[in-house]
């Protein structure tokens, strides 16, 4: 059994001191909506941890905290408080977290400042959380480090405890590389380094996950496998975890005595009209101004509705003490003002504005009787409020939903608008308002079945199994070093096998990477073992490479081996003749190639090379900053650019390959085991094409990876000049075998 521990900006309550009796006041936000709720439904069930810890800065003194800390100690998790000297705390959180991270991540760079000050409090406070989390972290504990707050504390906890399970999950978006190279070279870095101390990095949605790789391989020179990252070694997912709601507990509250009476005191009070409501924080992330905008609009174009509805928009406090904050404020109430005062009559205003913290029953109340939820934010990483009021409609109900929020990606069935679209927005009202009632139904429930499926418990354990796997895959993947017992136990498995099968990369395996392909033809040595190796009977040696067939046929024709070009395109086994894998058109070539010659162009030192079925951009004789800057261009244009096309984009070691999907080396290798039904395979490559084939081999081969770095390779050698002698180990000619034999 293990510990879980949480860790958050904040703990999930607050301490009230000003009366008589210290009050203990729940927090807002989604973090802790969900985690309470998670804790809630697994309590007093059985787990796999045997504590769960909350770590969380706070709002009141060590004074307080021990003088009610039995009393704070919860019954589903116990609580560990860091103090932070006020005047820091503010330049970290009012300052780089909210007045740097939170806009720019949001797209507001307009609104984003960059004070040297205020980072180096984010790093002191992430210092200070790092400090105690090492003290009372133990081996096996799960650490999940939670929002953008603490972006650079997985990484502090990696140096203190290398072999540590940490997540990161970020509850708000993680922007694009345009938007997110805003922020001086040195922060960046530390924060993709500081994420990348995690195992597993979780995100909202499909894209913000996206947007995170490629910024880490942008400011890092990672490379990738889908959504995996290798960093120094260690493999680290990127994935989306959709965050669930505690869909049960809005389901039956709309059932509650208090809910239902506050429902009926708000349709009373609203006798005859329809209810369109919202609940945000106050934000400009929100969108709450074009949000007024849609509304007055709609009153425009639809002068029926006026008197026959009320927009009831609560705005719960926050961040009040940043200056840009109170002057949204101040704009909204003045539109809020002004559309009251031109269309109200004497028995109705339009807007019911509310300024305050809803209690639970308030809120659930007003999900249940509202015919219309209008939650319209500029940009959201989720947006729970949608989701709670799905959960809480029983008798229809339309969602009106910004298609900028994460929860627009599974809330498919609700109305999306683009909130800066006055004219949409008053469309999509009047389209809400008029929808027939089973059609609301039908929409509600497939919507409620999704997030009843995939509620807050099943968002908990499907990161945390994730976090598990990571960690199962990092310690299979370790790099493992060809040691002297592997050498013997290849030799010994070869020795005794009667069928065997060789695969074999070309350039970095059996020759060295030269500046230009032309330049690495094999060395007389590489021939006459080849040509050794191919003599015995027992044996198929497979030339699997990314070369072109005639390269190949040029260097090596004259050899008994089987060939491999192109990754799979082309194929040659001994005595035939060469044969193409798939009859697919080249045309694609004409539409890709314009693109690679103005790379060429832009980085001087940059070639490329077409072959019969691929076209290839290498730039490892360019300048290193350059040419990596150059390829994460080219991947992301040609990305988009391949959609829906029959090719894809391969980034190799040094090289940005377009080939025709389904040519790879771990497709193609597979092929080649089922021909010949070895009882020995050995295979050896360096790039990441290699990957593939190393895969597709598990359990079937021996593999070996040439160079550094976490590989699905069963072993790994430093350097390409390894590879002969240790071949020539494994694979003794006959003179070294007599002389084994005399010797022994």
């Not at 019911?352 to 219309?372: I, Q």
Request: glycine share 6%.
């Amino acid at each position: 059994m293990s510990r879980l521990v949480i860790i958050s900006n904040r703990l999930p309550f607050s301490l009230d001191t000003s009366g008589d009796q210290v009050q203990i006041r729940q927090s807002s936000g989604g973090l802790v909506s969900a985690l309470k709720g998670y804790f809630e439904q697994t309590g007093n069930k059985e787990s796999d941890f045997d504590e769960k810890i909350w770590v969380g800065s706070c709002d009141f003194s060590e004074d307080d905290w021990n003088g009610n800390k039995e009393s704070l100690q919860g019954a589903d998790f116990s609580i560990e408080p860091i103090f932070i000297d006020k005047a820091v705390y503010s330049d970290y959180y009012n300052g780089f977290s909210n007045s740097t991270i939170w806009p720019l991540f949001h797209y507001f760079p307009s609104l984003t400042e960059y004070k040297k000050h205020e980072f180096e409090a984010y790093y002191k406070v992430n210092r200070l959380f790092a400090d105690r989390i090492i003290e009372i972290m133990k081996p096996d504990d799960v650490i999940w480090v939670h929002d953008y707050q603490l972006m650079i504390l997985p990484q502090m906890l990696r140096k203190g405890n290398p072999e540590a399970t940490i997540g990161f999950f970020l509850h708000i978006p993680f922007p694009t590389y345009e938007i997110f190279r805003l922020i001086p070279r040195e922060w960046k870095t530390m924060i993709i380094q500081g994420l990348l101390g995690a195992d597993l990095v979780g995100f909202h949605t499909y894209d913000y996950a996206q947007y995170f790789i490629n910024s880490a391989k942008m400011i890092l020179s990672l490379d990738n496998h889908y959504n995996t990252l290798t960093y120094y070694n260690r493999l680290i997912r990127a994935d989306l975890f959709p965050i669930g709601i505690d869909f049960n507990k809005f389901k039956n509250a709309s059932e509650s005595k208090e809910v239902i009476a506050y429902k009926d005191e708000l349709l009373e009070g609203f006798a005859g009209k329809k209810i369109i409501f919202s609940v945000d924080r106050l934000d400009y992330t929100k969108g709450l101004t074009y949000r007024l905008q849609g509304f007055e609009n709609f009153l425009v174009k639809y002068p029926e509705w006026r008197e026959k509805i009320v927009f009831v928009l609560n705005i719960i406090p926050s961040r009040d003490s940043i200056p840009t904050y109170v002057e949204r404020k101040r704009t909204i109430e003045e539109m809020v003002s002004t559309i009251n005062g031109k269309y109200s009559t004497i028995h109705w205003q339009p807007i019911l504005y509310r300024y305050n913290h809803l209690p639970f029953d308030e809120l659930c109340g007003l999900y249940v009787a509202a015919n219309v939820a209008l939650i319209t934010p500029l940009r959201d990483g989720m947006n729970l409020v949608a989701k709670e009021y799905v959960a809480s409609c029983k008798n229809g109900g339309v969602l009106i939903l910004s298609e900028l929020t994460g929860a627009a990606s599974e809330l498919n069935e609700a109305c999306h608008v683009n909130p800066t679209d006055a004219e949409e927005m008053a469309d999509t009202i009047n389209s809400a308002l008029k929808m027939p009632l089973e059609d609301q139904k039908q929409r509600m429930q497939a919507m409620q079945k999704r997030l009843s499926d995939y509620n807050v418990v099943q968002w908990v354990n499907d990161f945390l199994d994730q976090l598990s796997k990571i960690k199962k895959e990092q310690s299979h993947l370790k790099v493992k070093q060809v040691d002297r017992s592997a050498v013997e136990k290849l030799r010994q498995d070869y020795k005794k096998a009667q069928k065997r099968c060789i695969l074999l990369d070309y350039d970095g395996t059996l020759a060295p990477l030269k500046k230009t392909p032309s330049e690495a033809a094999p060395t007389p040595e590489v021939l006459d073992f080849l040509k050794q190796l191919s003599t015995d009977a027992k044996n198929e040696v497979v030339i699997i490479s990314g070369r072109d067939a005639d390269t190949l046929q040029k260097w090596l024709g004259h050899l008994q081996l089987n060939f491999i070009a192109e990754h799979g395109s082309a194929m040659r086994y001994k005595g035939g003749e060469w044969k193409l894998q798939s009859m697919a058109s080249n045309s694609w070539k004409d539409e890709i190639r314009p693109m690679l010659e103005s790379y060429v162009r832009r980085c001087a030192g940059s070639f490329l090379e077409e072959k019969q079925s691929s076209l290839s951009w290498h730039y490892r004789n360019t300048h290193p900053g350059l040419g990596f800057i150059r390829s994460r261009e080219l991947v992301n244009n040609l990305s988009q650019l391949t959609t829906n096309s029959p090719v894809q984009v391969v980034d190799g070691n040094k090289v940005i390959e377009v080939r025709l999907t389904g040519m790879d080396k771990g497709v193609t290798a597979l092929k080649v085991i089922d021909k010949f039904m070895p009882d020995f395979t050995l295979c050896i490559g360096d790039d990441t094409t290699d990957e593939d084939m190393f895969k597709a081999l598990e359990g079937k081969a021996y593999t070996i990876k040439v160079g550094n770095g976490a590989t699905a390779a069963h072993y790994n050698i430093q350097t390409q000049a390894e590879v002969l002698p240790l071949l020539k180990k494994v694979m003794p000619g006959k003179q070294v075998e007599e002389n084994q034999a005399v010797s022994s």
